[in-house]
């Protein structure tokens, strides 16, 4: 599985962005497509997830209503807006996919087995 990730950069509180993952595998059945962020001297936080096979979609509480994950099954392209950014959004982001036949663990980011190169999310005050 390939991840790459795109669409990072600097914004103003309240601002918006949207970050994108092309994916590449052989298939994505039984795949959990997630967004995970690292602030800088912090643990990797779980943000949302996607699920390839029934389209659940997962958010952690800290961005409920203001992200939004969705993915284009033909282009094998997942995305988060990201609307009414803070600075405590700062981060970087990494597309993540588990291979997993449950969802139990969907909020654990350690969980993840596949994972991008990251892009940097900085939002000013």
């Known amino acids: 599985v390939r991840l790459v990730e795109s669409g990072g950069g600097l914004v103003r509180a309240g601002g918006s962005l949207r970050l994108s993952c092309e994916a590449s595998a052989p298939t994505f059945n039984n795949y959990i497509m997630g967004w995970i962020r690292q602030a800088p001297g912090k643990e990797r936080e779980f943000v949302a997830a996607?699920?390839?096979?029934?389209?659940?979609?997962y958010y952690a509480d800290s961005v409920k209503g203001r992200f939004t994950i969705s993915v284009d099954k033909a282009k094998n392209t997942v995305y988060l807006q990201m609307n009414s950014l803070k600075p405590e959004d700062t981060a970087v982001y990494y597309c993540?996919?588990?291979?997993?036949?449950?969802?139990?663990?969907?909020?654990?980011?350690?969980?993840?087995?596949?994972w991008g190169q990251g892009t940097q999310v900085t939002v000013s005050s």
């Open positions: 996607f699920s390839w096979n029934n389209g659940n979609k």
């Open positions: 993540a996919a588990d291979y997993t036949d449950t969802h139990i663990y969907v909020y654990t980011a350690s969980t993840y087995d596949y």
